[in-house]
């Protein structure tokens, strides 16, 4: 009796926090009362192992049959038969201190499930994790002088990519195929990461870096596009770490890097056991529970299922695959009843550690075209629907082979990139960048279905039979109750069955998508955030202006200010003047907004303070009001009545801004220009064109910001600011509540990653549309026209 | 040949369709057999030497010495004139406001005054802008005060400006412009297009505070003014009368100038809108379709400009001059010759169809809540004794009443569209909840004083103005609009004349009794 071999037996569990870990130490719990566990957990970021078994494990669902059998007692059996202790496969000596390793001495079984199961992780992590992870639990035991039995769960696909029967031997006990040494790739992998990291360094790649996260951001200021720059090299190692992983992993004849690792990983235990009794287990795709504890149960999205939703929306039109060939999961109870008989069998008598593959390919295959139909079938019958509430229709899949279905997608992708580049260098914004969205989201799609397809090809094309003899030689010494509670024989799958009743539901709940026709009831999703934002907890509001509450921006201020008292014939020559500098302005806005703010604000330079300041008014009412967002003005005042604080952080001149904005902010921060001292006494002061401080744009606003939640006593976490540009992201990243007005699409992309509120704000339909930014017929002289001296002499001559 | 007075016409067979305005632009639709359709008198003649009649009412006056008698050297003298509301549409130049200013402005310069200021009286209504203050008084006179500060336009929020002057008999506080309070003579030259305008309400409201005005302005007095065209059935008018005694009594000397115009509305080629359809000529019909045509293909904002740049033909029919309750009297009897129309009984449902302009969207939009200012406010209250319409009966009105607001013009408007009437639409909760917020609001306060915006709480009058066709009618079905901004408004909307009718049949039978109210030209109906 397996239950009774492991009464009063210590298990040591690696792993537990996984899909197998968790249902492994469910199953023991439930169904071998006698036995303790000790838990090797790795502590999270922010929480201890022990945390992390009370959240990650314990408060699974799996433990829902558990809890209900044992109501009130199930925390406290828990704390009696569970020991946690920290520990990390990925370092060497497991990362133990000596109370851990007394737990470790203590046990007479130890259960290596920890893995890196991505079939994307990098070269070196799968390397420390899979292939020394093994041989360093071994080296632990032995050097706590234990001798318990190590069940190592390793994977069928350690076979490779071969043709035929995959038998129940040692990696290497094959005539064909490479036999590479272990330690010579462990070698070569940290010497990748170590490369890969210098590389990652050199002049070229930190330019294409900073290239593109200008491209991303734009004007953004210099930290965030530092800390971005930083991230794209971090991703570029991490992603040229994958590819190393992937090609070594193929060259050497195995579909991933995890297959790989895993291989040298059963090789290297072998080699380095020493005396220590060894069992290793394979099982092949593992998938959600046929029976324990409960059927269809599952922990994660992992290999079939992201594929299944995908396809179930509509996304997958193609996926490479032999439809002949064998598709060969397994249910993931039978592979812990498979590894808990193992624990309790014990090692084998033979100087060669038995192998056990838990698969069901050759004792019970699936098809490939098989598993299709029926997942067809079933999303005809049950399908997801769309966010309009429509049935989702599923493609059917031709077969076609993987070369051809890459190459399709990779040119769509291509061409999508091609079309966000040309999109992006336009300069829309609001509900343009919708445009952009949109093409996102399908090349976000389409590289999704691309990379499935180069990860997850591989194993629908396997044309590797595993043998289970073994497996089932064990599976017919089990007496009738073990049988019936340690079910593993592969045989008893009904695949029709498992796949329509219990694994496709399964999937479909886990997933967050809508199985039910129609529209959404409820308030929508920005109808949501907008509460919260116009929460009465909320106590700052920071507003932009231009483009967040004005559509306009300080071109139109100044060439309004400037042609205000031009004569008809040069104010139209002026404005178009003006507008032929467009693209030239636009340009070095998108290098540094402070630094063409600078260049900008020269051009006030002699003019004069007082009669700027006068028609300054006015601008309050051809301008700012005439090109402002109802809805925006609406905002501030809103914010002002549930008693936040409103503050405008704008590049805008105090000129124009501030006596003109004052009633409606507490406080306004802007850019702030001198008088020059010199021509103070001819015709009163005039501008110098020098701002006095740094421009509030970039990080100077979010600095800005901070600095005045520091005055003024208020957290930044409980404020809200609006703006509509990237190049405002310091300002919105600094805030617990960003918002994106009319978002341009940089931001629009930033905003919709991050879930912020997007408001589409517009002008109001009534207002005049003036279509030169020029002021209205007046008498008197501009500073525009001409040299200041003159103007200045001009207007003292009218004065008298 | 004297002009035709009014004249109530009943559909028959023969009868053509029926013209009926819709904002910027007009529609022809055809009324069923046996409603009536009534129309306005002709435009009276207009006044044939029209300075010389000015100067004769100046120093021939009524109820007051002539004025060059009030006019000494070293005074303080103050003219006021009715601002941009007035007339519809604007007339064109010379104003008739350019004439009187100019003839009184004579007179005191004879006399030696050179203390003049003179004064939009806009109470809370947007500020003149310099093009719109240089059309009203010519741009001599403007050239000559505005560059020193002496034309100015009134600003009801500045607590400087303001004098306060008592109460009258039911505890209302009169608040008026300080200058013309304690100016030795205040000149107020009026415009008295309907029978509303002037008398006492010239200065009691026109140079009124808010403080001031929420006494008349208010839904109570609204509903207990039936109608407010109706000066003697007008609580409106009371209120205003008892404020005039109290700044009469406080020592405010006024001077009474009201000035009266023929209904002549629309230019050439475009004076087919107001002549009965049965008497268009071959040349009208042409104008109709052909303007019609063109205008179903211009753009909104085009079309907007268009309308908004008509200038009117209408001209002085008459000038009153003196002592403010007995010139009105006399202005009253020129515009009830003018205007008056015999109508006999109340009808199920009231049709009209609302043109481009109201008093408050002069070179601007007509919003949704002028909409049902034009509409319920001043439309619905042309009336003498009793509506047009029974009481519970439908009001039909045509407009397409577009989502669309002017953003310097009606900032508060917005506001109260968005977050007043998405709440409620009874003017008494409105009222109650919100009126002192919108009016108190410091952002509407700047915007009126600095920019060109009406008041923060100028909608709210707006909506009380047709509090009293709320409390009365059944229904409002408005044809041809924005259906989600007339849902707004709280009534329904319609996409044909037709299916408007089929819906009030819901309210007021099968067989209704039906009359059209074909306005403009402005007309007063007297229903008995």
Not at chain 1, 346 to 351: I, N, Q, V
Not at chain 1, 546 to 552: D, I, Q
Not at chain 1, 677 to 681: K, N, Q, V
């Given at each position: 009796m397996i239950a009774d071999a492991l009464h009063g037996r210590r298990l040591l569990v690696t792993g537990a926090t996984g899909f197998l870990g968790t249902a492994l130490v469910e199953r023991l719990l439930r169904s071998v009362p006698g036995c303790e566990l000790v838990l090797l957990v790795r502590a999270g970021r922010r929480s201890t192992p022990q945390r992390r078994v009370q959240r990650e494990v314990l408060r699974n669902d799996a433990f829902d049959r558990l809890r209900a059998d044992l109501g009130d007692r199930f925390d406290e059996e828990a704390a009696r038969r569970i020991t946690v202790i920290a520990g990390d496969v990925g370092m060497d000596g497991l990362g133990l201190d000596d109370a851990g390793r007394a737990a470790l001495a203590s046990c007479d079984v130890a259960i290596h499930a920890a893995a890196a199961v991505a079939f994307d992780s990098p070269l070196d992590r799968a390397v420390e994790v899979n292939l020394l992870g093994p041989t360093r639990v071994a080296e632990a035991l032995r050097s706590a002088g234990s001798t318990a039995h190590l069940v190592s769960v390793s994977t069928c696909y350690v076979a490779g990519n071969r043709r035929g029967r995959a038998g129940e031997v040692a990696v290497f006990d094959t005539p064909f195929g490479p036999k590479p040494s272990w330690r010579d790739e462990v070698a070569a992998a940290r010497r990748a990461r170590a490369d890969t990291e210098a590389e990652s360094r050199t002049p070229p790649l930190l330019a294409r870096f900073a290239k593109e996260a200008r491209a991303e951001l734009g004007a953004a200021g210099i930290p965030l596009l530092a800390s971005r720059a930083e991230r794209f090299r971090e991703t570029w190692v991490a992603h040229t770490m994958v590819e190393a992983g992937r090609a070594r992993a193929r060259a050497l004849g195995w579909p991933d890097a995890y297959a790989y690792t895993k291989a040298l990983g059963e090789q290297a235990l072998c080699e380095t056991r020493g005396d220590l009794p060894v069992t290793l287990v394979r099982p092949s795709i593992i998938e959600s529970a046929l029976a324990e504890p409960r059927p269809g149960w599952i922990r994660g999205f992992r290999m079939a299922e992201p594929v299944i939703i995908t396809y179930a929306r509509g996304l997958l039109k193609e996926f490479p695959g032999i439809p002949e060939g064998v598709v060969d999961v397994i249910p993931v109870d039978l592979v812990v009843a498979a590894v808990i008989d193992a624990a309790a069998r014990?090692?084998?008598?033979?100087?060669a550690p038995a192998i056990v593959q838990v698969a069901s390919g050759s004792a019970n295959p699936l098809r490939y075209r098989h598993l299709v139909d029926m997942v067809h079938d079933w999303f005809s019958q049950h399908p997801l629907y769309d966010a309009k509430g429509q049935p989702i229709v599923v493609p059917r899949w031709s077969f076609p082979g993987r070369g051809r279905v890459q190459h399709q997608l990779q040119r769509a992708v291509r061409a999508i990139d091609l079309a966000e580049k040309a999109l992006g260098a336009l300069p829309l914004r609001g509900s343009q960048a919708r445009w952009a969205a949109d093409l996102e989201e399908r090349r976000a799609e389409a590289s999704r279905a691309l990379d499935y397809v180069e990860l997850y090809g591989a194993y629908a094309e396997t044309e590797a039979v595993f043998a289970v003899d073994e497996l089932l030689a064990r599976w017919s010494t089990l007496d009738a109750t073990d049988q019936a509670s340690f079910g593993y024989d592969p045989g008893v799958v009904d695949w029709d069955h498992y796949v329509t009743q219990v694994h496709l539901p399964s999937v479909v709940e886990h997933a967050r998508v809508r199985v039910t026709p129609g529209s959404r009831t409820g308030p929508s999703r920005s109808q949501r955030l907008r509460d919260r934002v116009l929460a009465p907890e909320r106590h700052l509001a920071a507003f932009d202006l231009?483009?967040?509450?004005?559509?306009?921006n300080v071109v139109d201020s100044y060439s309004w200010l400037a042609t205000r008292r031009l004569p008809p014939d040069e104010r139209l020559r002026f404005a178009l003047r003006t507008l032929a500098e467009a693209p030239a302005l636009l340009a070095l806005d998108r290098q540094d907004r402070g630094d063409f703010l600078r260049h900008f604000y020269r051009r006030f330079e002699g003019a004069p303070v007082a009669q700027l300041e006068e028609d300054a008014t006015q601008l309050l009412s051809h301008l700012l009001l005439t090109k402002s967002f109802p809805a925006g003005i609406r905002r501030v005042r809103q914010h002002r009545r549930l008693g936040h604080r409103t503050v405008l952080i704008t590049g805008a001149l105090d000129v124009v801004v501030e006596r003109n904005l004052a009633p409606l902010f507490d406080d306004i921060v802007c850019a702030r220009m001198s008088p020059q001292?010199?021509?103070?006494?001819r015709g009163g002061p005039r501008w110098n064109g020098e701002l006095t401080g740094a421009p509030p744009t970039g990080e100077a606003r979010a600095q800005a910001m901070a600095d005045y939640a520091e005055a003024e006593g208020l957290r930044l976490e409980e404020a809200v600011a609006y703006a509509d540009s990237a190049s405002d992201l310091p300002m919105l990243e600094a805030v617990g509540f960003p918002v994106a007005v009319n978002p341009e699409i940089r931001l629009a992309a930033v905003a919709r990653k991050r879930g912020w509120l997007v408001e589409q704000w517009s002008k109001s339909p009534g207002g005049p549309r003036p279509l030169l930014p020029i002021g209205p017929v007046t008498q008197r002289t501009s500073f525009a026209r001409r040299p200041a001296a003159t103007a200045a002499v001009a207007e003292r001559g009218r004065d008298r | 040949m004297s002009p035709r007075p009014g004249f109530v016409l009943e559909v028959d067979r023969s009868t053509p369709p029926t013209l009926f305005m819709h904002g910027n632009g007009y529609r022809l639709e055809h009324l069923p057999v046996g409603s009536r359709i009534v129309y306005p008198p002709e435009p009276l003649p207009v006044v044939r030497d029209i300075d010389g009649a000015i100067r004769d009412a100046l120093l021939h006056p009524v109820d007051s010495d002539p004025l060059p008698a009030l006019l000494f050297p070293g005074m303080r003298l103050t003219i006021a004139f009715d601002d941009i509301s007035l007339p519809l549409p604007p007339m064109r130049r010379p104003d008739v406001r350019q004439r009187v200013i100019e003839a009184v402005l004579d007179l005191a310069a004879e006399a030696g005054v050179d203390d003049v200021h003179l004064i939009a009286a806009l109470a809370l209504h947007r500020r003149m802008t310099e093009a719109e203050l240089r059309h009203a008084v010519g741009d001599r006179v403007y050239d000559a005060f505005a560059p020193r500060g002496l034309l100015y336009n009134f600003d009801a929020e500045d607590p400087d400006a303001l004098a306060s002057l008592g109460e009258t008999s039911q505890g209302e506080e009169v608040e008026i412009s300080k200058r013309a309070a304690e100016s030795d003579l205040l000149v107020y030259v009026n415009i008295n297009l309907v029978a509303m305008d002037g008398g006492h309400k010239s200065t009691a409201t026109g140079l009124a505070s808010y403080r001031s005005l929420r006494h008349h302005h208010n839904v109570r007095t609204m509903q207990h003014s039936r109608s407010f065209m109706d000066q003697h059935r007008s609580e409106l008018h009371s209120s205003n009368w008892r404020m005039g005694e109290v700044i009469r009594n406080a020592g405010v000397k006024i001077f009474q100038i009201e000035t009266t115009l023929n209904n002549d509305t629309f230019p050439k080629p475009f004076d087919f809108l107001q002549k009965r359809e049965w008497e268009w000529s071959l040349r009208d019909r042409s104008s109709y379709l052909a303007s019609t045509k063109a205008l179903a293909r211009t753009p909104d904002r085009v079309r907007r400009s268009i309308f908004q740049s008509v200038l009117a033909p209408h001209n002085m029919t008459g000038v009153n001059a003196g002592d403010v309750e007995a010139v009105h009297e006399l202005t009253t009897a020129k515009v009830m010759e003018q205007q008056l129309v015999h109508v006999e009984g109340q009808a199920d449902i009231l049709t009209l169809g609302l043109p481009h302009i109201c008093p408050y969207n002069v070179h601007s939009v007509m919003n949704p809540i002028l909409v049902m200012c034009t509409g319920l406010g001043y439309f619905f209250n042309l009336y003498r004794r009793r509506p047009l319409v029974r009481e519970g009966g439908v009001l039909i009105v045509s407009h397409p009443t577009p989502w669309a607001f002017h953003p310097v013009h009606h900032p508060s408007y917005i506001d109260f569209f968005e977050e007043v009437l998405t709440e409620t639409t009874d003017p008494l909760e409105i009222e109650k909840t919100y009126e002192q917020s919108f009016a108190e609001d410091e952002w509407y306060r700047h915007l009126y004083r600095t920019s060109y915006a009406y008041h923060g709480v100028h909608p709210f009058y707006m909506w009380y103005w047709g509090a009293h066709a709320l409390q009365h009618l059944g229904g409002v079905i408005i044809v041809g609009g924005d259906a989600k901004a007339v849902r707004r408004l709280g009534f329904k909307p319609a996409t044909t004349m037709g299916d408007a009718l089929e819906m009030a049949s819901d309210v007021v039978g099968r067989d209704p009794s039906l009359t059209h109210f074909h306005c403009p030209p402005l007309m007063l109906a007297e229903v008995t």
């Open positions: 014990g090692p084998k008598p033979t100087p231009e483009n967040t509450l004005v559509a306009s001292a010199s021509r103070g006494d | -």
